[in-house]
């Protein structure tokens, strides 16, 4: 717990910020996928230095409803599960501007679990650590203009923005969720000319660089990931 509460301070300069207010778009491409399951825990919980309380159930019921917003636009053909185990945050509190301004922050674990397939898709648990999005209200700390419950909502949207991201990331490299398995970014678009024979025995013929798990800021954890069977965060 401590480790976590100093990586909490150390990468709120850093976490990886971005922006969730996508959600009247056509959601990103996500292949066959489909929200089945979605799992949040948070039995490892720890509160940073200089922040609001808030309870596990509070996180948990924040995180599962920003997945279902995120996640429950697609519409694919075979069902995957998220499992969420949200293991630290800092909540802002009201501070003196510039001198003493606090942001938010959230760090959590993800792993995700093919259906069909009945295991998991990433062996070891995908860390996201997010920071409240920067806006005219939170440039001073979101401590001195939001509720909690705000702060809350915000970074959990967050969270899910950047836990698709990372879906998207993997199924462009390893085609998680393809039918038939290849990246979807080697697949060619359609209408596309069909790639020189020659290149693609070239290609098929070079050492593949080893695939390699990144995090969503810096760091991995390696915390037990949430078990789909259970509604313990082991697994």
């Not at 969730?20 to 949040?40: C, I, K, M, S």
């Not at 808030?54 to 995120?70: C, L, Q, Y």
């Not at 001073?140 to 419950?149: A, E, H, I, N, V």
């Not at 969503?216 to 078990?227: F, K, N, R, T």
């Amino acid at each position: 717990m401590y480790r976590l509460a100093v990586l909490l301070i150390g990468l709120l300069a850093v976490a990886g910020c971005t922006n969730p207010n996508d959600l009247d778009e056509a959601p990103a491409y996500l292949g066959n996928f489909a929200l089945g399951h979605n799992v949040v825990v948070a039995p490892n919980l720890t509160k940073g230095p200089v922040s609001r309380d808030a309870s596990k159930e509070e996180w948990i019921d924040e995180m599962k409803a920003a997945i279902d917003e995120r996640f429950g636009r697609y519409d694919g053909t075979r069902l995957y599960h998220l499992g969420i185990s949200v293991e630290g945050y800092v909540l802002a509190i009201p501070g003196v501007p510039i001198v003493a301004s606090p942001k938010s922050a959230l760090v959590l674990n993800v792993t995700a679990w093919d259906d069909a397939a009945g295991g998991k898709l990433n062996e070891k648990p995908h860390q996201v650590i997010v920071a409240e999005t920067i806006s005219g209200n939170t440039i001073f700390g979101s401590g001195l203009t939001q509720s909690k419950q705000k702060q809350m909502h915000n970074l959990t949207r967050n969270a899910a923005k950047q836990i698709q991201n990372w879906l998207v990331k993997m199924n462009n490299d390893e085609g998680w969720f393809e039918d038939d398995g290849l990246p979807a970014k080697r697949k060619p678009r359609q209408g596309a000319p069909e790639p020189d024979q020659s290149l693609v025995a070239d290609e098929a013929d070079a050492e593949a660089p080893e695939a390699t798990e990144e995090t969503s800021v810096i760091v991995e954890d390696p915390a037990v990931a949430p078990d789909m069977q259970t509604d313990d965060a082991e697994g």
